[in-house]
């Protein structure tokens, strides 16, 4: 691989960005939206889970009484 001036690889990297299709605002709000409703989904999943989980290995132990 040919060595690049540090002049021609910033006007490479400045090239390659203009490329780039950004997100709108409005598809980040909706992409950052999105990632918190399911964060608090597998949230509630997971602490259903560990309840039924917790109740039946109290059961199972005697613990419950």
């Known amino acids: 691989m040919a060595k690049v ?13 203009s490329k780039v299709t950004w997100p709108s605002r409005k598809e980040t709000l909706i992409t ?3 990632v918190f ?4 989904v597998a949230a509630l999943f997971f602490f259903a889970v560990d309840s039924i989980l917790r109740f ?3 059961l199972v132990l005697g613990l419950g009484s």
């Open 32 to 34: 950052t939206a999105m």
């Open 37 to 40: 409703v399911m964060g608090l």
């Open 56 to 58: 039946i290995v109290q």
């Open 5 to 17: 001036s540090p002049i021609e690889f910033f006007r490479q990297v400045r090239q390659e960005t």
